[in-house]
């Protein structure tokens, strides 16, 4: 028998911005709070840029060079300088045996070996021409590649200053690259690193921050207070896209000023690629949180994830040279997407009007499995 006096409580309605409000501060004192997250949030993104920045090049420089000089005369040691001067090469040996190079190209000794046979001096004073061989430890691939590369441009110039003229077959070749006139390959490769560490922040801050809730039983007591779903899954999801926009401030700054890569491009392209982009990285980290019971699961699941999305976004090699098969995986990848947009924006200076194909895309990808990543929270939390 109940009382006229006695009226039921009011149902919570289905979404407050005050519980909201409330959430999100919660979950930004936690992360801040946790002496695990500060390293990753304050301390990572400016180590790690540094690291990876400095070390992720392909510009090849010091390359060990063992020398087989048969002619001794002044036109073979002036082609000797050529090579020592430019600062690519290091003479650490002359030797008069050419099996010698062989050798040591096999021990590491040297990464490249030039032979200059006997007559070289005759042949080129003769207008017939010379030649010369350059041996390169292909164990390495990319780096003899550019080796082989810088030593064909040498020998190319000695032999055209050494003519008095810059022409072979009646055609001058006058070459420039754009966007990058240096060929620097931080120009390429920095900010690159920025996308790839932007993504692996707010994945690991979202997927094993909802687990490691899950673990500890916190996430149940959310689940019987007066919270509805919508506000527990923005409150996790805010304070990350929070700390992403920031660590975006914290790669920009240090791309521009502590590399020098120049911004020819808008930050509010940049920004506004970067919001869409951390939103997809969150809808995927929250969709791999669904599926893992521990945070070991999600680790694992994390790795099997960016890996493979780092190798088939084009920082490693062009996506053009991947088989076919692999260029269509590509397609389903965000950061591949994201980084044509940062390279376009850093580099050549355009934004949302050229590269509109790369925004619709990464929205799309953001919205679709922000959707998927929903409908799951909201079953595992039911």
Same mark, same amino acid.
């Given at each position: 028998?109940?009382?006229?006096?006695?009226?039921?409580?009011?149902?919570?309605?289905?979404?407050?911005?005050?519980?909201?409000?409330?959430?999100?501060?919660?979950?930004?004192?936690?992360?801040?709070?946790?002496?695990?997250?500060?390293?990753?949030?304050?301390?990572?993104?400016?180590?790690?840029?540094?690291?990876?920045?400095?070390?992720?090049?392909?510009?090849?420089?010091?390359?060990?060079?063992?020398?087989?000089?048969?002619?001794?005369?002044?036109?073979?040691?002036?082609?000797?300088?050529?090579?020592?001067?430019?600062?690519?090469?290091?003479?650490?040996?002359?030797?008069?045996?050419?099996?010698?190079?062989?050798?040591?190209?096999?021990?590491?000794?040297?990464?490249?070996?030039?032979?200059?046979?006997?007559?070289?001096?005759?042949?080129?004073?003769?207008?017939?021409?010379?030649?010369?061989?350059?041996?390169?430890?292909g164990s390495d691939a990319s780096q003899?590649?550019?080796?082989?590369?810088?030593?064909?441009?040498?020998?190319?110039?000695?032999?055209?200053?050494?003519?008095?003229?810059?022409?072979?077959?009646?055609?001058?070749?006058?070459?420039?690259?754009?966007?990058?006139?240096?060929?620097?390959?931080?120009?390429?490769?920095?900010?690159?690193?920025?996308?790839?560490?932007?993504?692996?922040?707010?994945?690991?801050?979202?997927?094993?921050?909802?687990?490691?809730?899950?673990?500890?039983?916190?996430?149940?007591?959310?689940?019987?207070?007066?919270?509805?779903?919508a506000e527990l899954m923005l409150g996790?999801?805010?304070?990350?896209?929070?700390?992403?926009?920031?660590?975006?401030?914290?790669?920009?700054?240090?791309?521009?000023?502590?590399?020098?890569?120049?911004?020819?491009?808008?930050?509010?392209?940049?920004?506004? @690629?970067?919001?869409?982009? &951390? =939103?997809?990285? %969150?809808?995927?980290?929250? +969709?791999?949180?669904? /599926? *893992?019971?521990?945070?070991?699961? @999600?680790?694992?699941?994390? &790795? =099997?994830?960016? %890996?493979?999305?780092?190798? +088939?976004?084009?920082? /490693? *090699?062009?996506?053009?040279?991947?088989?076919?098969?692999?260029?269509? =995986?590509?397609?389903?990848?965000?950061?591949?997407?994201?980084?044509?947009?940062?390279?376009?924006?850093?580099?050549?200076?355009?934004?949302?009007?050229?590269?509109?194909?790369?925004?619709?895309?990464?929205?799309?990808?953001?919205?679709?499995?922000?959707?998927?990543?929903?409908?799951?929270?909201?079953?595992?939390?039911?």
């Amino acid at each position: 028998m109940t009382r006229a006096n006695d009226v039921p409580a009011p149902a919570p309605r289905w979404f407050s911005w005050g519980r909201l409000r409330q959430m999100v501060r919660k979950e930004m004192r936690q992360v801040v709070r946790d002496p695990k997250s500060r390293p990753i949030i304050f301390v990572s993104p400016v180590v790690q840029m540094i690291l990876l920045g400095y070390a992720a090049t392909t510009d090849v420089k010091d390359i060990s060079t063992m020398v087989v000089d048969h002619d001794q005369t002044a036109e073979s040691r002036a082609l000797i300088d050529a090579y020592r001067s430019t600062g690519y090469f290091i003479i650490t040996e002359t030797t008069d045996r050419s099996q010698d190079v062989v050798a040591g190209l096999a021990k590491g000794e040297a990464q490249m070996g030039l032979t200059i046979p006997p007559g070289f001096a005759a042949d080129m004073q003769s207008g017939r021409g010379a030649t010369v061989q350059a041996l390169f430890d292909g164990s390495d691939a990319s780096q003899a590649t550019v080796a082989q590369s810088y030593s064909s441009q040498i020998a190319g110039q000695f032999g055209a200053k050494m003519s008095g003229k810059r022409m072979v077959g009646g055609v001058e070749l006058r070459s420039r690259a754009w966007f990058n006139e240096s060929l620097e390959s931080k120009f390429f490769n920095v900010p690159a690193i920025m996308g790839i560490q932007i993504m692996m922040i707010c994945l690991i801050l979202t997927a094993l921050g909802v687990v490691r809730e899950r673990e500890i039983g916190t996430l149940d007591q959310l689940l019987v207070s007066p919270i509805q779903p919508a506000e527990l899954m923005l409150g996790k999801t805010i304070p990350v896209l929070l700390i992403g926009l920031f660590h975006l401030l914290v790669y920009t700054g240090l791309t521009v000023f502590q590399f020098g890569v120049p911004m020819k491009g808008s930050f509010l392209a940049l920004f506004l @690629a970067a919001f869409v982009y &951390i =939103l997809a990285a %969150l809808a995927l980290g929250l +969709l791999i949180s669904t /599926v *893992s019971k521990t945070q070991q699961e @999600a680790f694992m699941l994390l &790795i =099997l994830v960016v %890996l493979p999305a780092v190798m +088939l976004s084009g920082f /490693v *090699s062009p996506i053009e040279s991947m088989p076919k098969f692999f260029q269509w =995986l590509t397609v389903v990848n965000p950061i591949r997407y994201f980084l044509e947009i940062v390279r376009g924006v850093f580099l050549k200076g355009i934004g949302v009007e050229r590269l509109w194909p790369q925004y619709l895309i990464l929205t799309s990808m953001a919205v679709g499995t922000l959707f998927i990543a929903t409908k799951r929270f909201r079953r595992a939390i039911a």
